[in-house]
């Protein structure tokens, strides 16, 4: 059965940072694109940071660039996103997903502010 289980928001001030985890089981994460959405409240879900199947390429939305970081630990068969500089407008709802598989997991709250 597969299972990609985020966890790790919460409700940080601005400025402050956050280590998203979402840990998948019933496939591997080195054979997926892993990817991190994030949807606010009432706006449209966005693809906000990608790594390859082999971990050697990453891409970021621009919004994103230099304050957040995807990575992906294949003993642990588990994916991260670093987020450091928070600010308001990163408060979300973050989902995890085996892009290429279509394995979506079930979001972690994450809220800025102060």
């Known amino acids: 059965q597969v299972q990609l289980v985020a966890s790790g928001g919460g409700l940080v001030q601005p400025g402050g940072s956050l280590r998203l985890s979402c840990v998948a089981s019933?496939?591997?994460?080195?054979?997926?694109?892993m990817t991190w959405y994030r949807q606010p409240l009432g706006k449209e879900r966005e693809l906000i940071a990608s790594?390859?199947?082999?971990?050697?390429?990453?891409t970021y939305r621009e919004s994103v660039q230099g304050r957040f970081t995807i990575s992906k630990d294949n003993s642990e068969n588990t994916v991260y996103l670093q987020m450091t500089t928070l600010k308001p407008e990163d408060t979300a709802v973050y989902y995890c997903?085996?892009?290429?598989?279509?394995?979506w997991g079930q979001g972690t709250q994450v809220t800025v502010s102060s």
């Open positions: 997903a085996a892009l290429d598989r279509g394995y």
């Open positions: 019933g496939f591997r994460v080195s054979n997926a694109l």
């Open positions: 790594i390859s199947s082999d971990g050697s390429e990453t």
